[in-house]
T-cell receptor, first 115, second 111 residues
Framework: GESVGLHLPTLSVQEGDNSIINCAYSNSASDYFIWYKQESGKGPQFIIDIRSNMDKRQGQRVTVLLNKTVKHLSLQIAATQPGDSAVYFCAERRFSSGSARQLTFGSGTQLTVLP | EAQVTQNPRYLITVTGKKLTVTCSQNMNHEYMSWYRQDPGLGLRQIYYSMNVEVTDKGDVPEGYKVSRKEKRNFPLILESPSPNQTSLYFC??????????FGPGTRLTVL
């Protein structure tokens, strides 16, 4: 079946370095993608989103890149800080078997920032 | 403060004992949703609601019920909980099916 997946379950980076978290999706009909951050003991928190008619979107210290040719999504975090340590999820919006479009989440990547 | 609240945050119960997890949002969002989160499986949608009195199944609806009698509330009901429903549950709301705002989670253990 179709699913959103992540290339790596864990990622460790040095404080101050840039982080890149990757995500693959398989449904070419998906029109909207979101990155969420989930800290231990908390609910997912919105980071940044991108629509399928865009290739790149920037936020504060974060950039999302969308490559529709290879169905790949990435989240780049600049100057990674200890507070960035968390699990990061990508999610895609696609039509479900019902008529409403829903979000489907990947299994997450654990980012650990090393001092 | 804009938020999604869930109660209880932690619950230990026994097989077959009906329970309800409440969810409330104060952002006047039309869309609300319930997810469960299990290790290695990520977030899976249980049920969602596009508006009052409009609900539909997500990816894993078996064993769950929901209702949407008011716009702000979206309770999750387990009529006869089983151990395989032990999980971390999240409620979320949004204006549409775009950015969803999540509650703090409810950790449920069914013995």
């Amino acid at each position: 079946g179709e699913s959103v997946g992540l290339h790596l379950p864990t990622l460790s980076v040095q404080e101050g370095d840039n982080s890149i978290i990757n995500c693959a999706y398989s449904n070419s009909a998906s029109d909207y993608f979101i990155w969420y951050k989930q800290e231990s003991g908390k609910g997912p928190q919105f980071i940044i989103d991108i629509r399928s008619n865009m290739d790149k979107r920037q936020g504060q210290r974060v950039t999302v890149l969308l490559n529709k040719t290879v169905k790949h999504l990435s989240l780049q975090i600049a100057a990674t800080q200890p507070g960035d340590s968390a699990v990061y999820f990508c999610a895609e919006r696609r039509f479900s078997s019902g008529s409403a479009r829903q979000l489907t989440f990947g299994s997450g990547t654990q980012l650990t920032v090393l001092p | 403060e804009a938020q999604v609240t869930q109660n209880p945050r932690y619950l230990i119960t026994v097989t077959g004992k009906k329970l309800t997890v409440t969810c409330s949002q104060n952002m006047n969002h039309e869309y609300m949703s319930w997810y469960r989160q299990d290790p290695g499986l990520g977030l899976r949608q249980i049920y969602y609601s596009m508006n009052v009195e409009v609900t539909d199944k997500g990816d894993v609806p078996e064993g769950y019920k929901v209702s949407r009698k008011e716009k702000r509330n979206f309770p999750l009901i387990l009529e006869s909980p089983s151990p395989n429903q032990t999980s971390l549950y999240f409620c979320a709301s949004s204006r549409g099916t775009d950015t969803q705002y999540f509650g703090p989670g409810t950790r449920l253990t069914v013995l």
